[in-house]
């Protein structure tokens, strides 16, 4: 049978194998993929197999800033076991997919696979490592944040990642004010920036909820929904970052600790990305 461009990409992701080497044996095999890994073990290939079903529960976000501190870039390097996410090849292999990430600002993470890396693409590289390892590896975030300010914040671990965007900054240091926002939401996991942030089927679910309960609770049909609405109201608090108790002065929310650092600073945006 013929063996197509994409038997063969499909072989090499599977295996980590050579392109020749995964062309020569599915040729061999005639199409056969699990014959065609078994003829690449007998040849003494570094093969992954499939590790398709292996989770990533492990690994390192990796951030670069701009020199003018108004976009970042992060990745998320995933493999199976911290053994390897320590090990100096990994960390090497998400600075340089940090790099490529950084210097092209593709559209998506699909994009990002696509990007050369010396003799490959980001994506064949990966597989390639994954060969070598004998773990799974794959890149679970992508993301570009710009602002007024842009400030990283690494949690402990390297396992968890927060860009913050802050607007209405006019020229004073406020870095140290992002990395605070950025612990408040690597704690909180917040939804949103504000309640406009927040899907508008997810507020009709909560006022569904918060009117269920006060049904339930007996409480009379005219007042019913104003219950719901105050139900929701204490969920958009605990959950819209604005609003939430500031974590490190639970007697002021987020909105006025940023007010307090400078007039008017407020956050545009986030990004909050975590591995396992």
């Not at 340089?96 to 990007?115: G, R, S, W």
């Not at 010396?118 to 890149?139: A, C, M």
């Not at 490190?248 to 006025?256: F, I, R, W, Y």
Request: net charge negative.
């Amino acid at each position: 049978m013929a063996i197509t461009a994409q038997d063969v990409n499909k072989l090499r992701q599977m295996t980590g194998a050579g392109m020749m080497d995964c062309k020569k044996a599915l040729v061999e095999a005639d199409g056969d993929f699990e014959k065609a890994i078994e003829l690449l073990r007998k040849k003494g290939q570094k093969v992954s197999a499939s590790r398709a079903d292996r989770e990533t529960s492990e690994g390192s976000v990796f951030v670069r800033t701009s020199d003018d501190n108004k976009t970042a870039v992060l990745i998320a390097l995933a493999c199976e076991t911290d053994f390897v996410a320590k090990n100096e090849g990994f960390q090497d292999l998400g600075n340089e997919i940090l790099d490529i990430a950084f210097n092209n600002k593709p559209a998506d993470k699909d994009a990002l696979m696509t990007l050369p890396m010396g003799d490959l693409t980001v994506g064949e590289k990966i597989t390639e490592n994954i060969g070598k390892i004998g773990e799974k590896l794959e890149v679970t975030a992508y993301e570009v944040l710009t602002g007024d300010a842009v400030v990283p914040y690494i949690h402990a671990g390297s396992k968890l990642g927060v860009l913050v965007a802050l607007k209405g900054s006019n020229g004073s240091d406020v870095k140290d004010a992002g990395k605070d926002v950025g612990m408040q939401i690597a704690a909180m996991n917040p939804l949103a920036v504000d309640e406009t942030g927040v899907d508008q089927n997810l507020i009709n679910k909560e006022l569904e909820i918060g009117r269920e309960q006060a049904i339930a609770e007996g409480k009379p049909d005219n007042i019913v929904d104003k219950i719901a609405q105050g139900k929701l109201q204490k969920f958009l608090k605990d959950n819209t970052l604005l609003k939430q108790p500031f974590v490190k002065d639970n007697s002021q929310t987020v909105e006025a600790y940023l007010n307090s650092v400078t007039k008017g600073l407020t956050v545009e945006s986030f990004k909050r990305v975590s591995i396992g």
